[in-house]
């Protein structure tokens, strides 16, 4: 029987893996033919030993050959809590060779973002987005690869892979379609579970598939013998290589260097010695086989698997507790058993080390002999080191983590003090297994809930069930007290809040607002009830209102919970319907010379983002536009240059979206609520954040007459009852009425307006340019049942009078014109023309045009509409303007 052999000049595990190498070589032709080519992700998947790193290697050795840019890295199963450790590393060749000011120069705006992750600048006094970083990590790698094209990215080991840098490699692999880059990722099948497998699944499904790596056959194993010792192995030698090795290519290496070391013939007769020297290659046989090296040489292993990166003579014989010169031969001993090596010189990061184990299977195997007590020793030394090397905490705590509680005060403050530097750059995760960690020294009485605060406030946006736990416990106990107890209160209010427990939020305030004594915390604390309140979707409160009003009247605005109540005030008349120009009043008071007072920014996190949305919201509804956009484009801006790229960019991009729809600027309305809702993707659907943007797309599509476009969303965002139990502004009972009106189901749309109308009553919200169920309910009756219809439309049009906004009385007089015919019809018609164009809503005012127009049949009032509606971007009105005018029937 011929043997397969291998490719030409190919490494021995790369035997029957043409299959393999054929897929890299056609992705690096194609990298190579055209720099404006999309990017390329091939996903490598196998067992450990069958050669996923030999095929990393090869790629190496053929981009390399072309003379290609190739950057490297690999997962360590022992680093898998240091976070962005291997993103880091995949960046080095390109941010070693940058000077600072370079480097600033490349990443741009995201230097401050994704810097302090990548380890290149201080992150200072902080607490990042970690969506936010990560989208900078995608940015800067997205800059520097442009740089070096071709450029091929190569990622081993990835299972072991720290967390972020998997959230980063899943973001990063589906921005590729415009990056012309080639990326390789090698995976064991399995091996991780929860966030880690997720990332992973996400990005094998990016990537190109290719067959799960298998076993060699007999061939196969038959062929690299002969190779390796030469051609006088015989058959039974070679079967029996097979059989032992179960064809792992990694296994069959290492037992044919122990068969030559061994001197053994490969032959019949001396196969039966094959299964001892496998076995003292792997496992038990491995630590035996260590073991009988000497003492020193197994501390050595021990303290280099202790370390598992950055392994150097001098690091671990300060870590083993010998002399360099005893670590040098350590070091040469275990080189000659094959079980440390040199590193790649053309795979070599900085920061490498002298030394790496030969494969990870014998870097788990040592690490996994080292007695428990002993492990727990030497991490506690390799964290003094680590921090007598100037590497810091964050550094050092996955060292820290290990060591064994002991009631050590000093651990816990280098434990919280390392939650901090991973909050900083982004890496909730780690700060809460310090965090928790800490908790298990345990503190002293009176840090433990200060402690239990700090873990609440790392898991606030991620685990807000895990964050309730903790700060409840943290309130339970003595050592909050002060500025802090009442910010533990209302973070756990915030936690409860996103766990939709909303009414437990309002409980928890409102007592812990009667323990307080009169002053500052007591009125913050009633101004945060007074404000879940406000997004309630339910009252939750009787008499809020004459509450918040009672308070409010003695506020002046002097500090910050003043003009938060303020605010607050002002949000509750808009919603009452009650006049703008108290509205406005109120709200113009909150601020400082027109602008938010300082600790009210859109980053500052005291307050949260809800009370400025509220403020913001009611100059939008008051028709002034001016500050509403000031507003919504200040927080854009925040957001942006802070790296917050979750949530709170998703409503910011939304919340300007509103402003341009009320603009009328339809098409900016459009983008940016579709960037909102790309956004709010990632950070999960059902949350009030994605009905806000859901509820003004589906709005402003049906403004533009792109009717079967919002069905689409509607259908594709769950745009349908239920309904979230916070309030979403414009309110989404009405915008769907609207929808299904727009396609014809009118049954359907006059029992969801209705539920509207209920839904409204019960909450006090009387606005009807905020829940404006009442204009199209009166229309969807018009023909049905015209007395109600008229009723409708004259009480929205008093509603419309007592809140006093052009737009409202405009949009009230339009229902009402559309309910009429004659000359009742072009009178009406004609004020809503009037009081619309003298408000800055000019979609409304186009619409209003188009209607006068046709009723008083006049082709200057249609030509005027149909230029206003073109430049709304309606082209629902374009159309319905053109047609009209096309007929000429009845026009002068």
Not at 173 to 186: F, G, N, P, Q
């Amino acid at each position: 029987m011929t043997e397969e052999q291998p490719p030409e000049c190919a490494a021995a595990p790369l035997w029957e893996r043409d299959e393999e190498l054929a897929a890299i070589t056609e992705a690096l032709d194609v990298l190579g033919s055209d720099a404006a080519s999309g990017g390329n992700l091939l996903v490598l998947r196998g067992d450990a030993g069958l050669g996923k790193t030999a095929l990393l290697t090869e790629t190496r050795r053929m981009a390399e050959r072309r003379g290609w840019a190739v950057w490297s890295t690999r997962g360590v199963e022992t680093l898998r809590s240091v976070p962005f450790h291997v993103v880091r590393q995949l960046l080095q060749p390109a941010l070693v060779s940058l000077l600072p000011e370079e480097a600033r120069e490349y990443l741009g705006d995201w230097y401050d973002i994704a810097g302090p992750a990548l380890g290149i600048t201080d992150p200072g006094d902080r607490q990042a987005d970690p969506q936010g970083v990560r989208d900078g990590l995608v940015a800067a790698v997205r800059r520097l690869a442009r740089r070096d094209w071709p450029l091929v990215l190569l990622i081993d080991d990835a299972h072991w892979a720290d967390q972020e840098t998997l959230a980063w490699l899943a973001a990063f692999v589906e921005r590729l379609d415009d990056l012309s880059v080639l990326v390789l990722v090698a995976r064991r099948p399995g091996e991780v579970s929860g966030d880690s497998a997720r990332h992973l699944d996400a990005v094998a499904a990016a990537g190109r598939p290719l067959r799960n790596l298998t076993a060699l056959t007999p061939d196969a194993v038959a062929g690299l013998t002969r190779a390796t010792l030469g051609a006088h192995a015989d058959a039974p030698f070679c079967r029996e290589v097979w059989a032992v090795t179960g064809g792992n290519p990694y296994e069959t290496v290492e037992l044919l260097a122990k068969v030559q070391d061994s001197e053994v013939e490969p032959v019949e007769a001396r196969a039966g010695e094959l299964r001892a020297l496998n076995r003292s290659a792997r496992g038990g046989g491995l630590v035996t086989r260590l073991e009988g090296l000497g003492v020193d040489a197994t501390r050595f292993a021990w303290a280099a698997a202790i370390l598992g990166t950055g392994i150097s003579v001098d690091l671990v014989a300060q870590l083993a507790g010998m002399t360099v010169d005893d670590a040098e031969r350590c070091a040469e001993l275990l080189r000659s058993a094959r079980i440390l090596t040199e590193p790649d010189p053309a795979a070599s990061r900085s920061g490498a080390g002298d030394l790496e184990f030969v494969h990870p299977l014998i870097a788990t195997a040592v690490y996994d002999s080292i007695p428990p007590a002993m492990c727990t020793a030497m991490h506690g030394i390799a964290a003094q080191i680590v921090l007598d090397d100037g590497r810091g905490l964050a550094e050092a705590s996955r060292h820290l983590l290990k060591v064994h509680p002991d009631d050590d005060e000093e651990l816990v403050e280098q434990l919280r003090d390392a939650a901090k530097e991973h909050l900083a750059v982004g890496a909730p995760d780690a700060a809460r297994r310090c965090l928790e960690r800490a908790l298990r020294e345990p503190p002293v009485p009176e840090v433990h809930a200060r402690v239990l605060y700090e873990l609440g406030c790392a898991t606030l946006l991620t685990k807000p069930v895990v964050t309730i736990g903790h700060l409840r416990s943290a309130l339970g106990m003595s050592g909050l007290a002060g500025a802090e107890r009442v910010d533990a209160v209302f973070r756990l209010s915030q936690a409860l809040l996103h766990n939709d427990q909303l009414e437990e939020a309002v409980r928890t305030v409102e007592a812990e607002a009667a323990r307080q004594e009169e002053g500052p915390a007591r009125l913050r604390l009633q101004a945060v009830q007074f404000m879940w309140e406000g997004i309630a979707g339910e009252a939750v409160s009787p008499r809020r209102s004459e509450r918040l009003a009672a308070l409010a009247d003695t506020c002046t605005g002097r500090d910050n919970s003043e003009r938060a109540l303020l605010m607050l005030r002002g949000f509750d008349l808009l919603i009452q319907g009650e006049s703008a120009e108290e509205v406005v009043e109120l709200c113009d008071r909150s601020l400082v010379n027109g602008r938010l007072a300082p600790g009210l920014g859109w980053t500052d996190t005291e307050w949260g983002i809800e009370l400025l949305l509220m403020l913001a919201s009611s100059y939008v509804y008051t028709d002034r536009l001016d500050r509403a956009e000031a507003l919504y484009n200040e927080a854009l801006r925040s957001y942006e240059s802070a790296g917050w790229s979750g949530g709170h960019l998703a409503l910011a991009h939304a919340y300007v979206g509103l402003s341009h729809r009320r603009r009328g600027r339809l098409r900016d309305a459009e983008t940016s609520l579709r960037e909102s809702l790309r956004i709010a993707e990632r950070v999960g659907r059902g949350l009030p954040l994605y009905w806000t943007a859901t509820c003004n797309l589906v709005d402003t599509l049906l403004a533009r007459g792109h009717v079967e476009q919002a069905w689409e969303t509607a259908e594709q965002y769950a745009f349908a009852p239920p309904y979230p139990s916070t309030i979403v502004m414009p309110d989404p009972r009405s915008v769907r009425g609207r929808l299904l009106l727009a396609v014809g189901r009118r049954e359907e749309a006059v029992n969801e307006l209705e539920a509207a109308e209920k839904a409204a009553a019960a909450r006090g919200h009387f606005n009807p340019v905020v829940v404006p169920w009442a204009l199209d309910l009166a229309r969807a009756l018009a023909s049905e049942d015209p007395v109600r219809a008229a009723r409708l439309a004259s009480d929205a049009r008093r509603q419309a009078e007592r809140f006093g906004t052009d737009t409202a009385i405009g949009e009230a007089l339009r229902c009402a014109a559309a309910l009429e015919t004659g000359q009742r019809q072009v009178r009406l018609a004609s004020q809503a023309v009037a009081y619309l164009e003298a408000s800055p809503c000019q979609y409304e005012h186009a619409a209003a045009r188009v209607e006068y127009g046709i009723a008083a049949r006049s082709v200057a009032e249609l030509n005027r509409g149909l230029a206003l509606a073109r430049s709304c971007g309606a082209d629902g009105l374009v159309a319905q303007a053109r047609e009209v005018l096309e007929t000429g029937r009845g026009l002068r």
